[in-house]
């Protein structure tokens, strides 16, 4: 045999081996199939039951179901102003304030909607309440803009070097956004 039989008979035996661990392979993923067990066997077999006449039967009295009648003091309205025709449709109908007579805002016992209150009311003089008195600003608070040092505070920041006022350059463009600008130190 020459060396070009050998190399051809070892890429056949490799596409061989390949093919059959394909194969096997695939059958790892294939799902069994169900098995139908078998009905089990009938009995054609009547066995007989006796009853014993002197052994009195277990008799419960039924418990009287009694239903108690559904709340009918509120009408159930399925109609809830929703419009589902047209061009402006809506999902909820508008929405109505409650109206309240003047004895129900004026009973302190009851909120107007029903509610009993359980705690009345203390009324409060708003003459005798006392107004905060300002505090004085501390000396140790520095205020945004104080110069000290050759330094300014900036709220947020701190005490910074006060360089001057801020410094602008005109940059032409070219359209290049990666192009450098200025020094970059």
Not at 13 to 34: E, R, T, Y
Not at 49 to 58: I, L, S
Not at 100 to 128: C, F, I, M
Request: hydrophobic content about 25%.
């Amino acid at each position: 045999m020459n060396n070009k039989m050998k190399k051809w008979l070892t890429v056949i035996g490799c596409l061989a081996i390949c093919a059959v661990l394909v194969v096997l392979i695939g059958q790892q993923f294939k799902s069994p199939k169900p098995v139908d067990n078998p009905h089990p066997p009938q009995s054609s077999d009547v066995s007989n039951v006796t009853v014993d006449p002197k052994v009195p039967q277990n008799t419960e009295k039924e418990k009287d179901v009694t239903i108690a009648p559904s709340d009918t003091t509120q009408p159930t309205s399925t109609d809830n102003g929703a419009v589902s025709s047209g061009t402006e449709q809506t999902i909820q109908g508008d929405v109505s304030k409650p109206e309240y007579t003047e004895e129900q805002l004026q009973d302190s016992t009851q909120k107007p909607n029903g509610e009993k209150v359980t705690k009345p009311p203390t009324a409060v003089d708003h003459d005798k309440v006392e107004q905060p008195k300002e505090t004085p600003k501390s000396e140790s608070q520095p205020q945004g803009g104080e110069i000290k040092d050759g330094k300014i505070y900036v709220p947020g920041f701190g005490w910074i070097d006060d360089i001057g006022d801020g410094q602008g350059t005109t940059v032409d463009g070219d359209g290049d956004i990666n192009k450098r600008v200025g020094i970059m130190d």
